[in-house]
Structures are given as structure tokens and as C-alpha cells.
């Protein structure tokens, strides 16, 4: 196993990570290959919010995979904060190495460490390898998420 570490993004690699987004079935129809305006303002937002974390899997100073780690403070669950985990990737040629696993590891060991409640995360209906990973990490598709495209 290689020696990958997992931390915080720099503004100098977001054009690798923007390419890990737009190199999925998805991604290709929603996401660019090219990193403009609007890509620069949400890093920035992310940046200098606390409660937001854009990480990376880096891999000897390579970028393998990506993932957003938000902290959601609530109510709910006598007053529990929450971890949201949103745009995972690992890049196409490093899937089925172990990355993905080793990254939402480190992710739940974070909300852990952290005292959060739970680890929430959505993935799209059509994601049918994504949903057993998940479920094998001990995730439940306990509800049904719902969104509302504004754009």
C-alpha cells in the first residue's frame, strides 16, 4: 500500500481536481475540464468557511481522488452536529486500489473525532457500485433524498 495522505486543498490544485470531477459519467454532462470564475469563487467560499473542507488523496505529490467534508451543526438529535461527505472521485486510472475506501475511512474517522452524530452522504440513484461500496462501509439508505435543480 502506498503512502497516501488526506488533507486540505490548495488553490494550486484545483485544476486537478476539477478534472477529477468532470472524469465520471456524470460529471462529464454537469462539470467542466477547465477551471473559470465560478470554480475559483466556490474554492474560495469553501477556503474560508471552517466548517467545509475540500480534501484530497495525495499520493507521493500526485492528487488520486477528492472529496468535500462539511460539518452541519443542528437541532436535531438533542442539538448533534452532522458530517455531509459530497464529491467523492478517485481518479478513473487509481480506481479499484483501495483509495475510495482509505478516503471515507479517514472522513468518518474526522466526524468522529469531532463528535458528530452521524456521517450523511447522497449518491445518485444510477450508482449502483457506489451504493454497495457505501453499504459495505456500514452506510443505510435510510431515506430518500430529494433535490431541486435551480439552475
Known amino acids: ?12 490544485e484545483l485544476p486537478a481536481i476539477i478534472a477529477l470531477l468532470a ?9 467542466f475540464t477547465e477551471v473559470d470564475e465560478a470554480y ?5 467560499a469553501i477556503d474560508a468557511d471552517p466548517r467545509n473542507l475540500l480534501i484530497v488523496a495525495d499520493d507521493a505529490g500526485e ?8 460539518y452541519i451543526p443542528g437541532l436535531g438529535r438533542h442539538g448533534a452536529e452532522r ?8 481518479r478513473s486510472d487509481r480506481r479499484g ?35 454497495r461500496f457505501y453499504q459495505r462501509l456500514g452506510f443505510v439508505a435510510s431515506h430518500e ?6 439552475s
Open 40 to 44: 475559483e469563487r466556490a474554492f474560495a
Open 63 to 70: 492528487i488520486v481522488g477528492c472529496f468535500q467534508l462539511t
Open 83 to 90: 458530517s455531509l461527505i459530497e464529491a467523492v472521485r478517485v
Open 23 to 31: 472524469d465520471d459519467v456524470l460529471g462529464k454532462a454537469r462539470d
Open 97 to 131: 486500489q483501495g483509495i475510495g475506501e482509505r478516503m471515507m475511512r479517514w472522513a468518518i474517522d474526522q466526524a468522529q473525532a469531532r463528535g458528530c452524530a452521524l456521517v450523511q452522504l447522497t449518491t445518485d440513484k444510477t450508482r449502483q457500485d457506489a451504493h
Open 1 to 12: 500500500m502506498s503512502v497516501m495522505i488526506f488533507r486540505e486543498a490548495t488553490r494550486a
Open 145 to 150: 433524498g430529494m433535490k431541486l435543480s435551480l
